[in-house]
């Protein structure tokens, strides 16, 4: 009787032990994806205000990680959240949700602007963010950050207007800092998968 308990129990911590393994490479390889250099990576005890509600899925297959990383293309170093879902078959990085609890800011000062003019390397980054893979943005939970999330926000509905990108509508849940605190349903066009292209080649 307590050898089959003592197997049960190596099957079991066996398999959540790959499963943690498996949701962390899944968090490395979004951030990977998305151009950031991790600083550190480590699971996150805490619940950050910003990701939404998921009433019908198990908490139980639900790891948060927190990484420092580095912006390689636009410079300066940020502090996320990343939320990933695990379940019996794969964990993959359509799976990952993400709050900023830091954006990235170059730390040096009178450095020229990367790639771009700052107006439009900011479409340019958010465009970039969708055509990876970024399906939704969410609020920073600083409060003091989430007039920038604004200001994304405003670039990514500029977008939408000028048929670079298809989204949904921003949300706001009241709290004060900011307007919004996420927009959905992010779809890079044609249309601005070529202006992608083109800017790219400048």
């Known amino acids: 009787m307590y050898s089959y308990v003592a197997i049960g129990l190596v099957v079991v911590a066996g398999w959540s032990t790959m499963r943690y393994a498996r949701a962390k490479s899944a968090a490395s390889e979004w951030l990977a994806q998305h151009h950031y250099r991790v600083r550190s990576l480590r699971m996150s005890w805490l619940n950050p205000i910003g990701f939404e509600s998921s009433w019908l899925r198990s908490s139980n297959n639900r790891y948060t990680f927190v990484a420092t990383v580095d912006d390689t293309q636009l410079g300066g170093t940020g502090r996320v959240f990343l939320r990933v879902?695990?379940?019996?078959t794969r964990t993959g990085t359509n799976e990952v949700e993400v709050v900023w609890d830091t954006m990235p800011e170059s730390d040096m000062p009178g450095a020229p602007?990367?790639?771009w003019e700052r107006l439009a390397d900011a479409q340019l980054s958010a465009l970039r963010r969708i055509a990876d893979g970024e399906t939704t943005f969410y609020a920073p939970r600083r409060n003091?950050?989430?007039?920038?999330?604004?200001?994304?926000?405003?670039h990514v509905q500029a977008l939408a207007q000028r048929g670079?990108?298809?989204?949904?509508?921003?949300?706001?849940?009241?709290?004060?800092g900011g307007q919004y605190t996420s927009i959905?349903?992010?779809?890079?066009?044609?249309?601005?998968?070529?202006?992608?292209?083109s800017q790219s080649k400048n």
């Open 85 to 88: 879902w695990s379940n019996w």
């Open 184 to 197: 959905g349903d992010l779809r890079i066009t044609d249309e601005g998968r070529k202006w992608l292209e």
């Open 144 to 154: 003091e950050e989430r007039q920038i999330f604004d200001q994304l926000i405003e």
């Open 113 to 115: 602007q990367p790639l």
């Open 164 to 176: 670079m990108i298809t989204s949904g509508e921003p949300r706001s849940d009241g709290r004060g």
